[in-house]
């Protein structure tokens, strides 16, 4: 029939069915039967206003073309076909899921060709689309005391098989897609990545279950261990730590399935020791033991001021860049890594700074990845190194994701408004054009110099994490003929004369470099052992190594005094300091600083200010930049008022 019949003929007494009157012709049914309801009564058609279009509950088990539309155990399914034309039903019950997995690949549909609808493995209809949505996103704080959860029921597992069955368990509520599971009494190794849940008692792996054939208890992990007999992985006190021993090729891993990018990971961690012979890895690799494309944060060497950003497309197309740790920290202090992978860079971050962007070798849009954290040994060592994770977030844009964790490089939409095509850039705070802060640092004081015609500091600032900065002006005005300038500062190194410890803590990379160089006494130097030259090995500006310079430092120096270093003949400046010796050894501290000149003045009027406007954008200062206003003055006190205008912008 095309549609419902307009009337139904049935006996009056007897309430069997007759003939159906349809189109204008009567058709006679070759068997006389009862329509009955679900439970069992005659239902009269006639008196239901002559239609069918209240019987959706009715019983056709004795029609053949629908006989199994009802099985026995009361859910509704379909095994048989249809009979042709239109047919109207209204609920299924899906079992299982049509597709387990992510967004799908658009690379696997033909230019001109319909993708299809699928079901995911989270119940979620599947469909290509020009926006993103968060799917698969993931936090673990490492609660408890151990990375294995214990799973309710008993469990069975055959060997080579994709296949887990339970009696009495609860897979639906306690593992998800990207799980990992295990019989109880078998090792980490043996961890399988849960596929897709089809019920409480059947669930399908990606691979097949590498451990022999079992039922029993069953553990669940959000992360595949992998450690050498002699190292550890472990949890305590919301703390994981993965333990690394001292012989050759000895190792600890965590590692969970990811998909393909866009995506973001952040890790709160410190490592306790820097030693020669061993990587720390962080970040995302397609293979963890010989990865091709990789995005990661490397700790090799034994600098703990530094690590090694790095991404690659393939064993010879890689990038990396060794980078200073913002401030003074270092890897043993707990410190928030963060890498972000998009479609067109890898940005690297640390407490919230920017140290490196890649954008010449990276993984490519839809090349698989899996995240987590490895320690190696690439010979024998002589300590053990614990690498110590306080949390790990790990957020996945597969579909529209209005809020996201992105610095480097903010999700853009573009619309049409009026007409007008009108984008906005989501993890951008205030969208493509963020709302600025403005600030002065500002001084106003008689005050004189304390070495006369050399720059002294009268206000210093760090600018805050999280915010990129623009100097808009720079006011100064001093009661006689002097300098000043606005700088931004970086620690290059640390001397202690008396000990004759020198110790590296910053550098500039390539291809910047500083014209500038002085050392400032943190601790006054004697006043009798005569004046102290410091001599400077370090890299030029060309990247030439093994320059050197000296600093002369007179005898009795006190906290605050600067003085400048002296170049080789020939160089412009320097990147980095290797080494500082000082003669002759006596009392007395002082920092190296790297200074960056970003206005100067020459105050030449006792009446009237010298004010510098900059356009827009035209001196730009990182995150954690620290700046500073200075004068070189005479030793006599007068009027000293500088004014710098700042603007910062969400990064």
């Given at each position: 029939?095309?549609?419902?019949?307009?009337?139904v003929l049935?006996?009056?007494?007897?309430?069997?069915?007759?003939?159906?009157?349809?189109?204008?012709?009567?058709?006679?049914?070759?068997?006389?039967?009862?329509?009955?309801?679900?439970?069992?009564?005659?239902?009269?058609?006639?008196?239901?206003?002559?239609?069918?279009?209240?019987?959706?509950?009715?019983?056709?088990?004795?029609?053949?073309?629908?006989?199994?539309?009802?099985?026995?155990?009361?859910?509704?399914?379909?095994?048989?076909?249809?009979p042709?034309?239109?047919?109207?039903?209204?609920?299924?019950?899906?079992?299982?899921?049509?597709?387990?997995?992510?967004?799908?690949?658009?690379?696997?549909?033909?230019?001109?060709?319909?993708?299809?609808?699928?079901?995911?493995?989270?119940?979620?209809?599947?469909?290509?689309?020009?926006?993103?949505?968060?799917?698969?996103?993931?936090?673990?704080?490492?609660?408890?005391?151990?990375?294995?959860?214990?799973?309710?029921?008993?469990?069975?597992?055959?060997?080579?098989?994709?296949?887990?069955?339970?009696?009495?368990?609860?897979?639906?509520?306690?593992?998800?897609?990207?799980?990992?599971?295990?019989?109880?009494?078998?090792?980490?190794?043996?961890?399988?990545?849960?596929?897709?849940?089809?019920?409480?008692?059947?669930?399908h792996?990606?691979?097949?279950?590498?451990?022999?054939?079992?039922?029993?208890?069953?553990?669940?992990?959000?992360?595949?261990?992998?450690?050498?007999?002699?190292?550890?992985?472990?949890?305590?006190?919301?703390?994981?730590?993965?333990?690394?021993?001292t012989?050759?090729?000895?190792?600890?891993?965590?590692?969970?399935?990811?998909?393909?990018?866009p995506?973001?990971?952040?890790a709160?961690?410190?490592?306790?020791q820097?030693?020669?012979?061993?990587?720390?890895?962080?970040?995302?690799r397609?293979?963890?033991?010989?990865?091709?494309?990789?995005?990661?944060?490397?700790?090799?060497?034994?600098?703990?001021?530094?690590?090694?950003?790095?991404?690659?497309?393939?064993?010879?197309?890689?990038?990396?860049?060794?980078?200073?740790?913002?401030?003074?920290?270092?890897?043993?202090?707990?410190?928030v890594?963060?890498?972000?992978?998009?479609?067109?860079?890898?940005?690297?971050?640390v407490?919230?700074?920017?140290?490196?962007?890649?954008?010449?070798?990276?993984?490519?849009?839809?090349?698989?990845?899996?995240?987590?954290?490895?320690?190696?040994?690439?010979s024998?060592?002589?300590?053990?190194?614990?690498?110590?994770?306080?949390s790990?977030?790990?957020?996945?844009?597969?579909?529209?994701q209005?809020?996201?964790?992105?610095?480097?490089?903010?999700?853009?939409?573009?619309?049409?408004?009026?007409?007008?095509?009108?984008?906005?850039?989501f993890?951008?705070?205030?969208?493509?054009?963020?709302?600025?802060?403005?600030?002065?640092?500002?001084?106003?004081?008689?005050?004189?110099?304390?070495?006369?015609?050399?720059?002294?500091?009268?206000?210093?600032?760090?600018?805050?994490?999280?915010?990129?900065?623009?100097?808009?002006?720079?006011?100064?005005?001093?009661?006689?003929?002097?300098?000043?300038?606005?700088?931004?500062?970086?620690?290059?190194?640390?001397?202690?004369?008396?000990?004759?410890?020198?110790?590296?803590?910053?550098?500039?990379?390539a291809?910047?470099?500083?014209?500038?160089?002085?050392?400032?006494?943190?601790?006054?130097?004697?006043?009798?052992?005569?004046?102290?030259?410091?001599?400077?090995?370090?890299?030029?500006?060309?990247?030439?190594?093994?320059?050197?310079?000296?600093?002369?430092?007179?005898?009795?120096?006190?906290?605050?005094?600067?003085?400048?270093?002296?170049?080789?003949?020939?160089?412009?400046?320097?990147?980095s300091?290797?080494?500082?010796?000082?003669?002759?050894?006596?009392?007395g501290?002082?920092?190296?600083?790297?200074?960056l000149?970003?206005?100067?003045?020459?105050?030449?009027?006792?009446?009237?200010?010298?004010?510098?406007?900059?356009?827009?954008?035209?001196?730009?200062?990182?995150?954690?930049?620290?700046?500073?206003?200075?004068?070189?003055?005479?030793?006599?006190?007068?009027?000293?008022?500088?004014?710098?205008?700042?603007?910062?912008?969400?990064?």
């Amino acid at each position: 029939m095309s549609d419902s019949p307009a009337a139904v003929l049935v006996d009056p007494t007897t309430g069997d069915t007759l003939a159906v009157v349809a189109d204008g012709l009567v058709k006679k049914l070759d068997i006389t039967t009862k329509v009955r309801d679900s439970g069992g009564d005659v239902v009269n058609p006639a008196t239901e206003d002559g239609n069918l279009a209240t019987l959706a509950e009715v019983d056709f088990a004795t029609q053949t073309t629908l006989a199994a539309i009802k099985d026995t155990d009361g859910i509704k399914k379909i095994t048989d076909p249809l009979p042709a034309g239109e047919n109207t039903i209204g609920s299924i019950d899906v079992q299982g899921a049509a597709q387990s997995g992510s967004y799908p690949n658009p690379r696997s549909i033909d230019l001109g060709e319909t993708a299809p609808f699928n079901i995911d493995g989270y119940g979620n209809l599947q469909g290509r689309s020009t926006v993103l949505t968060d799917e698969e996103s993931f936090r673990d704080d490492f609660s408890g005391d151990s990375l294995l959860t214990n799973l309710t029921g008993t469990v069975s597992f055959t060997v080579n098989s994709t296949e887990v069955t339970g009696v009495g368990t609860a897979f639906t509520t306690e593992l998800m897609a990207n799980s990992y599971i295990r019989l109880g009494s078998h090792t980490d190794d043996k961890l399988a990545q849960v596929d897709w849940v089809e019920d409480d008692t059947i669930l399908h792996l990606i691979d097949p279950y590498t451990g022999a054939s079992g039922s029993g208890a069953a553990v669940s992990s959000n992360w595949k261990v992998t450690n050498s007999s002699s190292s550890s992985v472990a949890v305590s006190s919301s703390v994981l730590t993965l333990t690394n021993a001292t012989g050759n090729n000895e190792h600890a891993e965590i590692q969970r399935a990811a998909d393909y990018l866009p995506f973001v990971m952040t890790a709160t961690l410190s490592l306790s020791q820097r030693i020669a012979n061993q990587e720390t890895f962080l970040g995302f690799r397609d293979d963890f033991t010989a990865p091709e494309k990789e995005a990661a944060i490397l700790f090799t060497g034994t600098d703990s001021s530094v690590v090694t950003c790095r991404s690659s497309f393939a064993s010879d197309s890689i990038q990396t860049s060794t980078v200073r740790l913002p401030g003074t920290a270092v890897t043993t202090y707990s410190l928030v890594y963060q890498i972000e992978l998009t479609p067109n860079a890898v940005s690297f971050l640390v407490d919230g700074v920017t140290v490196a962007k890649h954008m010449t070798h990276m993984p490519g849009p839809y090349d698989t990845l899996s995240l987590g954290a490895r320690i190696t040994n690439t010979s024998a060592v002589g300590s053990q190194t614990v690498l110590s994770i306080d949390s790990l977030f790990f957020q996945n844009n597969d579909q529209v994701q209005s809020g996201n964790a992105y610095h480097g490089e903010p999700q853009s939409i573009q619309g049409v408004a009026n007409g007008v095509p009108v984008t906005v850039q989501f993890g951008n705070p205030g969208g493509l054009t963020a709302v600025p802060y403005m600030l002065n640092m500002s001084y106003n004081k008689n005050d004189g110099g304390i070495i006369s015609a050399v720059f002294k500091r009268v206000v210093t600032y760090l600018s805050p994490l999280g915010y990129n900065g623009y100097l808009i002006k720079f006011t100064s005005f001093q009661g006689e003929a002097a300098a000043s300038r606005f700088v931004a500062e970086k620690q290059l190194a640390t001397f202690n004369d008396s000990t004759q410890v020198f110790v590296s803590t910053g550098f500039y990379t390539a291809p910047q470099w500083v014209s500038i160089t002085q050392a400032e006494v943190t601790t006054q130097f004697a006043s009798g052992s005569g004046n102290v030259v410091l001599t400077v090995t370090y890299t030029n500006e060309s990247g030439v190594g093994s320059r050197t310079g000296t600093i002369t430092i007179p005898k009795g120096s006190v906290v605050g005094a600067r003085f400048d270093l002296v170049l080789q003949t020939g160089d412009l400046g320097l990147r980095s300091i290797q080494n500082v010796t000082g003669t002759p050894t006596q009392v007395g501290v002082a920092k190296i600083l790297g200074l960056l000149q970003l206005s100067v003045h020459q105050d030449q009027s006792t009446s009237s200010q010298t004010e510098t406007l900059f356009a827009p954008g035209a001196i730009t200062f990182p995150p954690g930049t620290i700046l500073g206003i200075e004068y070189a003055g005479g030793t006599v006190s007068k009027q000293r008022t500088f004014d710098a205008l700042i603007q910062l912008i969400p990064a």
